[in-house]
């Protein structure tokens, strides 16, 4: 089974600051991890997938298998980057049928940019 | 392109009752996933459909079924509403099983 684990619920910086949300995942095989985005009062939207490894809207993402993390990093933080983050993993097509369209998410971490 | 659309976006319910919500995927998307969302639990997989077949299904109990109609359109239907059943359900649409998923607004049920 897979798991994905958010350890801060919430987070607020400052306008400027880094900030780097967390999350850590635990599968036996090997995954595809994922950055959802929910700003207020909008759709739940990708907002990086880490096989295609741009940077979008600042933001990237690493994925560490030794650590099995996939922290989510941006330098300076915007206002308009509050919103909800949720990390999700999907195994990779050779899991076979436990894997069809299932993604697997956090918690979810919500990020306050104070101005 | 138009995007996910998920129909009715609120619902209010009683407990005892049955439920149908339904999905209509993004142009040329054939797999349909369901998730429910709530504060204690997060979001959850419900099921997977892809042209018209069930591929894949979350821990959910026999109440929650769904389907998949051949222009990739879905339903998912919850018998003998519970009030634990009160939740956002949101349904996501991809070209293939491992292409990004879309999500539309999602339905909002609650079961008094």
């Known amino acids: 089974a897979q798991r994905v684990t958010q350890p801060e619920k919430l987070l607020s910086v400052f306008k400027g600051a880094p900030v780097e949300l967390k999350c850590n995942y635990s599968?036996?095989?090997?995954?595809?991890l994922f950055w959802y985005v929910q700003y207020s009062r909008q759709r739940l939207q990708l907002l990086l997938r880490?096989?295609s490894r741009e940077s979008i809207k600042g933001f990237t993402a690493d994925l560490n298998k030794g650590e099995t993390s996939f922290h989510l990093k941006k330098p300076f933080a915007q206002e308009e980057d509050s919103a909800m983050y949720y990390c999700?993993?999907?195994?990779?097509?050779?899991?076979?049928?436990?894997?069809?369209?299932?993604?697997?998410f956090g918690q979810g971490t919500i990020l306050t940019v104070h101005p | 392109k138009a995007g996910v659309t998920q129909t009715p976006r609120y619902l209010i319910k009683t407990r005892g009752q049955q439920v149908t919500l339904s999905c209509s995927p993004i142009?040329?998307?054939?797999?349909v996933s369901w998730y429910q969302q709530t504060p204690g639990q997060g979001l959850q997989f419900l099921f997977e459909?892809?042209?018209?077949?069930?591929?894949n299904k979350g821990n959910f109990p026999g109440r929650f079924s769904g389907r998949q109609f051949s222009n990739s359109r879905s339903e998912m239907n919850v018998s003998t509403l519970e009030l634990g059943d009160s939740a956002l359900y949101l349904c996501?649409?991809?070209?293939?099983?491992?292409?990004?998923?879309?999500f539309g607004p999602g339905t909002r049920l609650t079961v008094l």
């Open positions: 142009s040329g998307h054939r797999s």
């Open positions: 999700a993993l999907n195994p990779l097509p050779n899991a076979g049928g436990t894997s069809y369209g299932k993604l697997t």
């Open positions: 996501a649409s991809s070209r293939d099983t491992y292409n990004e998923q879309f």
């Open positions: 599968y036996s095989g090997s995954p595809e």
């Open positions: 880490h096989i």
């Open positions: 459909y892809f042209s018209e077949t069930q591929r």
